[in-house]
């Protein structure tokens, strides 16, 4: 994979491995959370990565923003690796890579009041007299639409929307290039999701931001990304710009869940092809491609060798055996 | 018109707890037709889910009660049977599926007491002929390997085979209405459409009308017939699916029609549209408020809307929106 100019982010075979207590396999069980991952995220971008639960979309942004330890596999950050980095090391790394989580509840200190919040990393990575950081942390409220009199707020006096534009407010401050946002708006109503959303489009036109949008909600995901991954069991099985993704997904699993989505038009009701079963557990993934239990096409060759993530068409990766480049 | 099987009227519950009356469902009415499924849709505190449970009268007292309406079954008021009669009901003709199985089930049965306790106590049948029906309800539900899952624990079972276990054990007697709350919110998206396409075939088959609470409007447009749309405990607005979708007249419904991106909008328009915004929130239910609970954040307030509440204004055959200045 060749990643054109201006790529902030690389992640090359990231690999995340839990110890897993299973009652007859003690010793040697492990969860393959994130299995040899690959991508890349360019200045002004926003990749999406879904999945459904368990696929390890998750821990590909706490192992990015270093919250968790890869087991193996390289982070890179304009040009530089950073997965070895010490505390001091990651200190300049993390003012640049901020992070925007799916419960503000529990992501925000509740003993801090909100200007405190988002001054904290001002104070931390700039000296600045306090007048000029209030200052700051006011403008950012402004930016993110709060109201001046909730400044000297506690968390638990905003609601789940305005907190999560608290957590938005608290990722900007330091002027950050890259944000991983993990579930930023599920647990948010539609009428405050779409706030959310809109919110961080615009700033990320006004800033030239990147995000890493994590997600299980495709209509979000297609909504605000510029390119998708797909994940399943730990694994990419497509990657590719937004458009091919939602107009001509080539893994099956991608295609499965498009089809999966209920759509809110009646007019569209549809008979759908439904995948069967659940998702394999990620403790004895299964052999070959790790869709192949649940895949409708599979062959025989699906369980036997794993497929690797190859350009089928320009900038579309897929997983699949039944997915080949043109010669 | 048929009769309706269900037929809620003016129903009010109110939580009277320490710091004031909060007005969860204040004046509700809605019913519903045999066989047929009514979506009730809105966001978080809406008065949904307390519709259901009151429905059910399982509402926790104190701090609620019921305060005022009538629920009409099958022409009998269920707000008026004693706490006896009412259990006969529940798990029998009215059945309900919620939307976390794990805190529905109880953890220390198996699912095969769990679906058969109702048949005990229902239908007078013994241990042992429950449970055979418990193994072939599970079969129903298109659960693997139902022998085996029978005599196991819920905590043994993946997210998707719980619901499937909350579905077996809420259409073992044969319903007339389920009601389901939420039941594939807590499901991956694939999952979701087995549970939903199972509770289509097996409702279909069996005649059952559902009344399905829920947020999304994708599984309101797959799922129903009608919608009724609720804001902060009260109705706005119902419609059939089609109609509500194509011709939204209380401004808050076009606003959650706006809110959400469509899948394949963003690609089919080039560079997608802005998502509509509903500024502010929603407004605390422990005031009273004198006119339209929406007015404050909505686009085509007019002076009158704070100070009246609106009357349901029809628009065609069962199509009504409570709104002094509807779309049009």
């Known amino acids: ?327 | 018109m048929t009769m309706p099987l269900i037929e809620v009227d003016g129903l009010k519950t109110h939580f009277f707890t320490r710091d004031g009356v909060v007005r969860a469902v204040d004046g509700i009415s809605f019913s519903v037709a045999p066989g047929e499924t009514l979506a009730v849709v809105g966001e978080s505190g809406c008065g949904k889910s307390v519709t259901s449970l009151s429905i059910l009268r399982l509402i926790a007292s104190p701090p609620g009660r019921i305060v005022a309406g009538r629920v009409l079954f099958e022409g009998r008021d269920l707000l008026a049977l004693t706490e006896n009669e009412m259990r006969a009901v529940r798990g029998d003709a009215i059945s309900m599926i919620f939307q976390e199985p794990m805190t529905s089930l109880n953890p220390a049965l198996t699912v095969g007491r769990q679906i058969a306790e109702s048949l005990v106590l229902h239908r007078g049948l013994s241990h042992r002929d429950a449970m055979a029906k418990a193994v072939a309800m599970l079969r129903k539900v298109r659960m693997p390997e139902p022998e085996r899952r029978v005599r196991q624990y819920p905590h043994e079972l993946s997210g998707g085979m719980r619901q499937r276990v909350m579905i077996a054990m809420a259409l073992v007697c044969g319903p007339r209405l389920l009601i389901a709350d939420e039941p594939t919110t807590a499901l991956d998206v694939t999952i979701q459409a087995q549970i939903l396409e199972l509770m289509r075939e097996l409702a279909r088959e069996a005649g059952a009308s559902i009344i399905l609470i829920t947020h999304d409007l994708g599984v309101v447009a797959e799922m129903a017939q009608r919608v009724v749309v609720m804001y902060a405990g009260r109705k706005v607005e119902e419609a059939s699916v089609a109609e509500l979708f194509a011709r939204p007249r209380h401004p808050y419904t076009r606003g959650l029609l706006g809110s959400m991106p469509h899948l394949g909008d963003s690609v089919r328009n080039e560079g997608g549209r802005r998502l509509v915004e509903i500024p502010g929130m929603v407004p605390s239910l422990k005031e009273e408020h004198p006119g339209c609970l929406f007015a404050p954040r909505c686009p085509n307030a007019i002076a009158r809307c704070t100070q009246e509440v609106p009357p349901f204004t029809a628009y065609g055959p069962g199509h009504q929106a409570a709104c002094w200045n509807p779309v049009p």
């Open chain 1, 1 to 327: 994979m060749t990643a054109p100019g201006n790529v902030l982010l690389e992640v090359h075979g990231l690999r995340k491995f839990f110890p897993a207590r299973t009652r007859m396999l003690a010793r040697s069980a492990k969860v393959h959370a994130v299995d040899g991952v690959s991508f890349w995220v360019r200045e002004g971008e926003t990749l999406g990565l879904v999945g459904e639960s368990g696929c390890g979309k998750s821990t590909t942004g706490k192992l990015i923003l270093r919250l968790l330890d890869p087991t193996e596999g390289e982070v890179v950050w304009r040009g530089r690796r950073i997965d070895q980095l010490d505390r001091a090391g990651m200190r300049p790394v993390r003012r640049e890579l901020q992070a925007v989580f799916q419960d503000p509840y529990s992501s925000l200190n509740p003993r801090m009041r909100a200007v405190d919040i988002v001054a904290e990393p001002i104070r931390n990575y700039e000296s600045l007299p306090e007048a000029q950081v209030r200052g700051r942390a006011a403008d950012l409220f402004a930016r993110v639409g709060l109201r001046p009199d909730q400044l000297l707020k506690y968390p638990y006096e905003f609601s789940g929307g305005q907190r999560q534009r608290l957590g938005i407010a608290r990722a900007l401050a330091v002027q950050p290039r890259l944000i991983v946002c993990d579930e930023p708006v599920s647990a948010l109503d539609v009428s405050v999701q779409a706030q959310v959303i809109n919110l961080l489009m615009d700033l990320q036109a006004e800033f030239n931001l990147s995000y890493l949008f994590i997600a299980h909600d495709l209509a979000v995901v297609e909504h605000i990304s510029h390119r998708v991954a797909v994940m399943y069991l730990g694994k990419i099985v497509e990657i590719a710009p937004k458009h091919a993704i939602f107009t001509r997904p080539l893994h099956p699993y991608t295609e499965a869940l498009l089809e999966a989505v209920p759509v809110p038009d009646p007019a569209l009701r549809k008979q759908r092809r439904l995948l069967a079963g659940d998702v394999p557990s990620p403790i004895d993934p299964p052999p070959g491609c790790r869709f192949h239990t649940r895949c409708p096409y599979a062959e025989e060759r699906c369980r036997r060798e794993e497929p690797p993530l190859q350009e089928i068409s320009p900038g579309q990766l897929v997983a699949c055996h039944l997915r080949q480049p043109p010669a």
